[in-house]
């Protein structure tokens, strides 16, 4: 299967730079995976294409503000990080700038000095090993001292750091945020609920793998990026219950799908579990738990994209997408909305 046959023409200015004043008010296209049907709706209606007895699944987790800009010792030196994984014991794994001058030994400050790091060693594709010495809560600092990690294709400065994380976010570990869940506001949750659809929460810490194009022309010799994952107890009983009732899981983000899918066995019985998933979704895979998705539109050549067209059918998503490139529909993180069902 060649990764080119997930190729689309996306003109530049289709892609969000800021978010909408109203979260809700995004375009929703809808697509039926069965004939490739397409209609047009808002997000704020989304409610019309829930029913009663369905179970809707969010991603929880929270965008860490894990862009750090500061200097180097000795001489004083700009440096920049991302975090992107803890390691434990004060240590995280992390991307730097400008790589060459990030040795081990290097030492780094932030702020006044508030936080200080050394980086330790050189790990795989580059990244460093990085030990952060500080007196406090390090997410406090992080809060204090931190700028949001935006996507590289947003150019656009964010006024509200808030509006990189959904309503419902509480668990820190993302490098990027679990877009599709943007859109939610409390009150369309609130008449979510009121319709008889019940909510549930995994968590997903997001890494920036998420934006990486496949580089392998065979799209199966890709080895995908590892993330952190976990489903309570009584969101597997929730999923469990309702699909034996003939109600439908519907998954709000490609993260939440990826997260149910790892911890599905082959019998379609959602389990309880926490720890690292390296799924890899694409046409041809069996889905065991997922019968609806919300998501937002991704990038060409995406491990995203193949995701929804192994939901969806890769003609009905590019079919889709041209439809959207046609109709002006916006564009990945800060853009439109899709309902694949």
Known sequence: MNTKDFYYDLPPELIAQTPLEKRDASRLMLLNKSNGEIGHDYFYNLIKFLNPGDCLILND????PARLIGQRLPGGGACELLLLNDKGGNIW???????????????????????????????????RLIKFIYDGIFLEILEELGKMPLPPYIHAELQNRERYQTVYAKSPGSAAAPTAGLHFTPELLNKIQEKGVQIGYVTLHVGLGTFRPVREADLTEHEMHKEFCMVSQETADLVNHTRAAGGR???????????????????????????????????????????GSITNFHLPESTLLMLVSAFAGRENILAAYREAVEKRYRFFSFGDAMFLY
């Not at 030994?105 to 790990?123: D, K, M, N, P, S």
């Open 61 to 64: 987790s929270r965008v860490l």
């Open 249 to 291: 899981c519907i998954c709000a983000g490609t993260t939440s799908c990826r997260t149910l899918e790892t911890w599905a066995d082959e019998n379609g019985i959602l389990n309880p579990g926490a720890g690292w998933t390296g799924i890899y979704i694409y046409p041809g895979y069996q889905f065991k738990i997922t019968d």
């Open 93 to 127: 794994e992390c991307l730097v700038r400008p790589g060459r001058r990030m040795r081990p030994g290097t030492r780094l400050i932030f702020g006044g000095g508030e936080l200080r790091a050394e980086i330790l060693e050189i790990a795989d594709g580059g990244n």
